[in-house]
């Protein structure tokens, strides 16, 4: 049965349930898309005692319709393109182009105002990607690929809401993917929370700060895990 969460730190707290089972591991790194997916990591590494960073990404968004999601963007020069949205509304390349160079001088502006050091290491380590919900699920797509590039142990998507079948797609594309609930009747994300205010970069940053004291230095160069870690 569906239900709408109070706010994003209960759908992190439902959430972290789901993934206990990755409590008090040493590999394990949770890493928040901004600025939503943030409070949710926060419950979810504070229930694992994991490290907890910020991973950015930036939605391409269609012109004058920017919630719909014509691809994404994410640290490491990643780019994701969803080619269907693209031919079928028939973005032309220039304005392509105009969409990735502002979106990227955006997510340039995001790295200086929530990375307070280097990016963690991530080669070997189990990371567990979070967002407040899945729609289109383009932003994440950008963050899997992104990780994938640095070598990880396993890649587990993570969110308290997702449409089910954009939580089908992710279940090839990760390496596993835990939700509270996939509801049919999905329109968006915000319509299942009561209260989907807009998350602010101050609150990034102080939940950042109070999530530093969990898990191991994410600075740290990983230790190479055996296959019965994981």
């Known amino acids: 049965m569906s239900f709408r969460f109070q706010d994003r730190a209960q759908a992190g707290r439902l959430l972290a349930e789901k ?14 898309l901004p600025r939503g997916g943030v409070p949710v990591a926060f419950e979810v590494a504070r229930r694992l005692q994991a490290a907890l960073d910020v ?56 790295e200086r105002a929530f990375r307070t050091g280097r990016p963690p290491e991530l080669r070997n380590r189990v990371v567990v990607l979070v967002d407040d919900g899945l729609a289109t699920g383009a932003s994440m797509r950008a963050a899997v690929i992104a990780v994938r590039e640095r070598h990880p142990a396993r890649v587990i998507v ?44 101050q609150e990034v940053r102080r939940l950042l700060e109070q999530g530093a004291k969990f898990g191991w230095d994410v600075a740290r160069p990983a230790p190479v895990q055996g296959s019965d870690a994981l």
Not at 22 to 27: D, G, H, L, V
Request: hydrophobic fraction near 45%.
């Open 55 to 110: 991973f950015l990404v930036r939605k391409l968004g269609v012109p004058r319709h920017e919630e719909l999601a014509m691809g994404a963007i994410a640290t490491g020069d990643i780019c994701f393109l969803n080619d269907n949205v693209i031919h079928s509304l028939g973005i032309t390349p220039e304005v392509l182009d105009q969409v990735i160079t502002r979106e990227r001088h955006e997510l340039e502006e995001r």
């Open 19 to 32: 993934l206990a089972a990755f409590a008090y591991r040493p590999e394990v790194a949770v890493l928040g």
């Open 158 to 201: 993570a969110a308290p809401v997702a449409a089910r079948e954009t939580y089908q797609d992710f279940l090839q594309l990760a390496d596993d993917i835990v939700c509270v609930q996939t509801p049919a009747n999905f329109e968006g994300v915000g319509q299942w929370y009561e209260d989907f205010t807009q998350t602010s970069d």
